[in-house]
């Protein structure tokens, strides 16, 4: 759906009808401008009311420039987030000798971290559709600062395990809703082009975190690796609070209030009511919406997998290859260059693939589809187990030469970004301005699996063998493979028959 489609409707604070103002705006309206009962105010059910395309206040319309500093901050935002939930790994036998914990206990401060991940977006994606995109990033940021610096400094194991959970708790802001930012400032056309910073911090700071802390870890300890992390993600938390509200619908509001035609306070008790249901709302999506359900399911998965060949690294390298720390650090290079190269193609090959399905839609007489997006997607579904089976029956052999399994790492890193790159911008284009919902559901239930990984991958890898175990995980991506192509036959179909996707027919 292009810009004119999903929002020429949707009226200007100017053109609000008369009938609207004089019950004083309903509660719903007050509070997050969505209209579900009032006529000719909105397309689908429920989906709030915003600025109109053609508004100069519309972050849409603003400069190139500015919409992309924006984007910047906002996407390093978080990297600061991905980079300290993997950073911690290269301190665990410190801090084990530091606190007097088995592996198994510290290792809980990369899953309680990654734990934070599902908990978060359930209340601070609704939240960011309920009162805007700032004042859940001011408040978030000063959480994920505060926190930070109290693992640095905690005085124990179970104050450190508590901190990290609510840094991943206050920090899962960024990497939920600054797609649903995204969303707020590009045209379907553009956001492409916008998403692949973010999917590039997203990923790449799994890789990043071994790769630096290795060295900050051998050369000033794990105090200093703790307090790299808080000052990285307080330096961006502060830019971070400083920039500009995006969520349309809470710029409309802030233009009634100007004008003077802010509805009266209603009781607590319909306030609390519309938190309630949009709360549930992330809850109501992955449950209901086969859409995000199998999306949900598809990406769980694989964010799992990946969190798991993170362990794999750990028995080949050092275990099985005799590498030293720093020089393990450095095979996280090899992640880092297959989302590089990801970017590089997403921004070419992926941008005229998109274009392409888009005029093939417009040629047909009807708005460009959601589906559009999925053109790399397929090839991602398909490099995925490949890469895995290599790394499988190569990495465990030291006769094999080191850069085999790097090779196969590359391929895995890029087919993740080309698989996350599509999807993501899928989820927004459903459903536009309820996309923080959508994207909480799909990042509470990655989170969820991701957490979980590391707890018995190790074990697994040590049971299993690497050949076993990552042909396991190689097994697995293999029955998803085919969720992409699902959503090219039936996606049109699923959002029929969804209450809250916005249908181009």
Known sequence: MTMSDSEAGLPHSNNIPDPLRARGVDLEVELTLTGSRVDDMVKPAGEPLTLTADDPENPRNWSSIRRMTINFILTLWVLTLTYSSTAYVASIPALMQRYNMSQEVAILGVTLTVFGFAAGPLLF???SELFGRQLVYRICGFGFTAFSFGAAFAPNASSLLIFRFFVGFFGSASINNVPASIGDYTTPLERGRYTISYALFAFGGPALGPLASAFIQQDAGF??????????????SILVALAPETHGPTLLKWRM??????PPRQDFGKVMSVFKDALARPIIYLFTEPVVMLISLYLSILYGILYGFFEAFTVVYLEIRGFRDTSFGLTYIALGLGFGIACVVLGTAGQILYEKGAAADTAQGQPVQPEARLGLPYLGAIISPVSLFMF???????SVH??????????FAFSMLLIFTGFIPYLIDCYQMTAASALAAGMASRAMVGSVFPLFTLQMYNSLTVQGATSLLAGIACLLAPIPFIFKVYGRRMRERSKYTVVSN
């Open 125 to 127: 994606g609704p939240a």
């Open 223 to 236: 105090q200093w690796n703790l307090r790299v992390m808080a000052i990285f993600c307080a330096v961006l």
């Open 257 to 262: 209030a100007k004008e003077g035609k802010t």
């Open 392 to 398: 499988a029956w190569t990495a465990p052999f030291p």
């Open 402 to 411: 080191w850069v085999v399994p790097c090779i196969a790492e590359a391929l």
